[in-house]
Each structure stands twice: as C-alpha cells, then as structure tokens.
C-alpha cells in the first residue's frame, strides 16, 4: 500500500517511521479552496482534545499526522526542559472538526489500523472508535479501540 507524504509515495513502512523523518502525513487530498480551508481549520485549530472522549465513542473519516517535540513536565506541571518527540495526531471528523491528541499510542493504533484497513483514502464509511486510556508504568497514553 503506497501512501503520500510531502507529495512522494511511502510505503507503511515509512509512515510508520513519520516520527524519525519528521514528515507530515493527511489523509484529506485538498484540491479546493473550501477543502483546504477545512483542512487548515481542523488541523492548525483543533476544536477539541482527544481526552474528552476517553471511554466514548469518536467517528472521524480522516487523519493527520506531524512529527513535533514536546516539553515534558513534572508532577507540579511545570516543563522540565527535557524533550521529546512524539506525533501529533488530528482526527478529521465528518463534519470537518479536529480533534487532537500527541499521545504515541493513538498513532500507534492508527498504525494497525491502517495496515489491516488501509488508510482513510480507501475507506467506504468513516470509523468509529472507542477512546482507551491505558496505563504504562508511571504513564498514561490512548488506544483506540474499534467499535
């Protein structure tokens, strides 16, 4: 499956590898202005966090994915200078919203996800998910979980 990343084809491989390339993937192939507009607003504006929906349900038909840094903080929530890349992922709602979450286990359920159902550009229908916190040692992070 051939993916397009900064206008070259990539394999899963390589998406999957989006964070050490600092690359950029989106699912949402804008050629119109209105399509663009919703693109920029969903992905630069986020509406909402994907924490909101821990233990709900999400419907999104499309998916962004950068690479970033951020700075990691202490118990208190002040930043420690220490930092570290992660994914920032945007879920496109239906209806154009997004929904933001930096957390590596999102990106790694949208990882199987598309292997086992390629990416949203192939899909017939958007998917719907269930929003899983899950505990990892001292930490926390999301998974997704299909409904």
């Known amino acids: 499956m051939a993916i397009q990343i900064a206008g070259k084809e990539n394999t899963m491989f390589e998406l999957t590898n989006i964070n050490d390339q600092n690359l950029k993937y989106c699912s949402l192939a804008a050629t119109t202005t209105a399509e663009k507009k919703t693109v920029f607003n969903a992905v630069s504006n986020p509406s909402e966090k994907l924490s909101k929906y821990i233990n709900k349900e999400v419907t999104f038909s499309n998916v962004s994915m950068t690479s970033t840094e951020i700075m990691e903080k202490d118990e208190n929530g002040e930043p420690t ?12 709602t239906p209806d154009g919203k997004g929904i933001l979450s930096t957390s590596m286990g999102v990106a790694r359920s949208l990882f199987d996800m598309f292997q086992i159902f390629g990416t949203p550009e192939e899909w017939t229908e958007p998917m719907t998910c269930i929003v899983r916190q899950v505990e990892i040692g001292k930490n926390r992070t999301f998974r997704l979980e299909i409904v």
């Not at 200078?81 to 496109?92: Q, S």
């Open 81 to 92: 200078g220490v930092i570290n890349r992660t994914i920032k992922t945007v879920l496109i």
